[in-house]
C-alpha cells in the first residue's frame, strides 16, 4: 500500500510550515507553540491561542474541506489532516470540532437559520464549542445518556448533568445530545442541540486529572432553550452523533505528538549521564529504544491506515481503534521508560529543585494515562476491534 503524498499535498505543507515559521516569530509563541502541555496543547482556551486561529481563518485555513456555497475550498478531508498533523507536530492547537463533526452536520443537517448564524462564525474562527455526549452513568455508552430535554411549546427544556466536557470553561456554545423520547429504544430517542454557554441555567464545575488536565462537569437546570436550536430531525441525535465522529476521522487521528515524545526520549539518552557516560552508552538502554523506534513506525503505519480508508471513502472505524488503542499504550510506555532511565530524580514535578527537564517526563507520564481514557477508553477500543475487526460475540 502506497502511503506517500502529492507533490500537490506536500507543496501544501511546505507552505503551511512556512506559514508556521512566521508565527513562530511572535512574542506569544510560547504560549501558542506549546507542546510541553501534552493534550491539551490541542486547545484553543486562551486569548492568544484565539487569535492565532482567527489567523488561521484569515489565511484561508479553515474550512477547507466545506463546499464552496458555505465559503469553503472544497478540497479533500486529507488536507485537514496535513493541516492538523502539523499543528500538533509542533504543539499548536488544532481545527477540529467547529470545522468537523458540529460545521458539517450543520451543513448535512441544519436549518437555514442555523447555517447563517454558526457557519460564518466558525470560518471565522470566531466561536469555541464543547462536545456534551458522555454523562456520570454514560460515559462510553453514549446511547444510555439520560439528560431529558421535554417540548415546552415552542422550546425545549434541558435538565440533567454532563460529564468530562473539556472545554466546557471557555466555549461560547454547547454542542448536546439529550433524550427527548424516554419510550423510545435507546438508539433512537435522542436529540442534538445548540445551547450558548452562559445560559443562566447552566453550571460548570471543574475536575482535574491526574494529568493537570482540566475538564468538567456541566449542570442542567432547566435549561430552556428555542426550538429553533433544535439540530436536524427530532429522536435523529443518534445518527448525526455517529456522522460527527466519522467527519473527525482525518483531523483528530494524528502522529506528529507521538513521534515528538520518541524523538525527545532520544534526545534525554543523548544528555543524561550516569557514572559520567551518557545513558545512549548503554548498550540495555539502546536495545529498549530500539524497540520503541519499531513500535513507533508500527503506531506510524496504524495510523496511515486509518487515513488511507478515508481518503477512499469509507469509516475507518477497525482501524482507528487499532491505532488509537495502541498509540496512546505507546505514549505511555514512552514516558514510563524515560522516568526509568531518570531514575529517582525524575519523579521530581516541574518546579522541583533538581527536577530533570524541568519534571516534563514526570508530567508526560501522568498525563498519558488520560490520553488511554479520552476519546473512548482502550477497552472500548478492544471491543470495536473484537466485534466489529474480528466479528466475535455477534448479536451478544
Known amino acids: 500500500m502506497n502511503f ?58 479553515i474550512g477547507m474541506s466545506w463546499a464552496r456555497d458555505y465559503g469553503g475550498r ?57 462536545l456534551g455526549y458522555s454523562e456520570p452513568g454514560a460515559g462510553s455508552d453514549l446511547a444510555s445518556l439520560r439528560l431529558r430535554a421535554e ?16 472545554s466546557a470553561h471557555f466555549a461560547d456554545w454547547y454542542w448536546v445530545a439529550a433524550r427527548t423520547d424516554a419510550e423510545a429504544p435507546k438508539h433512537k430517542g435522542i436529540s442534538v442541540f445548540l445551547v450558548p454557554m452562559d445560559h443562566p441555567g447552566l453550571t460548570v ?14 449542570f442542567f437546570d432547566n435549561v430552556d432553550v428555542p426550538g429553533d436550536y433544535l439540530v436536524g430531525e427530532e429522536n435523529a441525535g443518534w445518527r448525526y452523533v455517529c456522522e460527527a465522529l466519522d467527519y473527525e476521522r482525518f483531523a483528530l487521528y494524528t502522529v506528529g505528538p507521538l513521534l515528538l515524545k520518541f ?26 529504544v530500539a524497540e520503541l523506534a519499531c513500535e513507533t513506525e508500527t503506531a506510524t503505519m496504524l495510523q496511515r491506515r486509518v487515513i488511507a480508508r478515508a ?46 527537564f524541568d519534571g516534563r517526563w514526570e508530567m508526560s507520564d501522568r498525563a498519558t494515562v488520560v490520553d488511554t481514557i479520552g476519546g473512548g477508553s482502550s477497552e472500548i477500543q478492544k471491543n470495536i476491534v473484537a466485534r466489529r475487526g474480528l466479528g466475535l460475540l455477534v448479536g451478544a
Open 4 to 61: 506517500a503524498f502529492s507533490d500537490e499535498e506536500m507543496g501544501f505543507l511546505k507552505d503551511f510550515q512556512d506559514h508556521l515559521a512566521q508565527e513562530r516569530q511572535r512574542s506569544d509563541a510560547a504560549v501558542i507553540f506549546a507542546p510541553h502541555r501534552e493534550t491539551d496543547s490541542w486547545l484553543v482556551d486562551g486569548p492568544e491561542r484565539r487569535a492565532f486561529m482567527k489567523r488561521l481563518a484569515q489565511a484561508g485555513y
Open 311 to 356: 481518503i477512499k471513502g469509507d469509516v475507518p472505524t477497525v482501524e482507528a481503534a487499532m491505532y488509537k488503542l495502541y498509540s496512546t499504550r505507546l505514549g505511555r510506555s514512552i514516558a514510563n521508560y524515560a522516568l526509568d532511565c531518570l531514575g529517582p530524580l525524575g519523579l521530581l514535578r516541574s518546579g522541583a529543585p533538581h527536577a530533570p
Open 263 to 288: 524523538q525527545s526520549l532520544v534526545e534525554l539518552l543523548k544528555l543524561a549521564r550516569r557514572g559520567g557516560a551518557p545513558l545512549a552508552a548503554d548498550p540495555v538502554i539502546r536495545a529498549r
Open 151 to 166: 417540548r415546552k411549546g415552542e422550546n425545549w427544556v434541558l435538565n440533567g448533568q454532563k460529564m468530562w466536557t473539556t
Open 205 to 218: 464545575t471543574e475536575v482535574k486529572t491526574m494529568g493537570d488536565h482540566r475538564t468538567n462537569q456541566v
Open 74 to 130: 472544497e478540497r479533500p478531508g486529507i488536507y485537514d489532516y496535513l493541516l492538523n498533523e502539523e499543528l500538533s507536530s509542533q504543539g499548536a492547537p488544532i481545527i477540529g470540532k467547529g470545522v468537523g463533526c458540529i460545521g458539517k452536520t450543520i451543513i448535512a443537517h441544519g436549518s437555514d437559520r442555523l447555517k447563517r448564524e454558526f457557519l460564518p462564525q466558525i470560518l471565522a474562527a470566531d466561536i469555541e464549542f464543547a
